[in-house]
């Protein structure tokens, strides 16, 4: 074995589970694109920082998925990303609405929707606070 390999086993095997235990499991709402599910490091870094154990969630409109995952999370980020589309918001888009994604727009409502249920704090960065704005009924600016 590679003394890299030792040295990295080493450092996993002197945690003790108890640490692992004691973080709470923050999920963060991933962007879609190009069929890949992705966020800037700054999400999950602060979210170590902060003491928690970040968890990217895959860009999925399973329901059954969304709920097992969710139902294991202490807190929820919803981060940023494009616009929301404006049929959420019960209006005909305006010519400077930007890019939208339906497929996104429908996981980080589904999202909020299963962490409210749970009573789970969900904090919402740009596009994630206009998604809590437009899900409990709140108006927007499309284009901004």
Do not use: W
């Amino acid at each position: 074995m590679s003394s890299l390999l030792e040295l990295l086993y080493k450092k996993a095997d002197n945690n003790s589970p108890d640490v692992f235990c004691s973080r709470p499991v923050i999920g963060i709402s991933a962007n879609h694109k190009d069929g890949t599910s992705c966020i800037a490091a700054p999400y999950y870094q602060s979210v170590v920082m902060a003491g928690g154990a970040p968890v990217l969630l895959p860009v999925t409109k399973d329901i059954h998925a969304l709920s097992a995952i969710v139902g294991r999370l202490d807190g929820l980020i919803l981060s940023g990303g494009g616009d929301i589309d404006a049929g959420y918001l019960d209006e005909e888009p305006v010519p400077e609405l930007g890019d939208t994604d339906s497929y996104r727009d429908e996981y980080d409502f589904l999202l909020l929707k299963l962490a409210f249920n749970r009573q789970l704090p969900v904090f919402g960065i740009c596009r994630g606070h206009q998604v809590i704005n437009v899900a409990f009924g709140g108006t927007l600016y499309q284009d901004i």
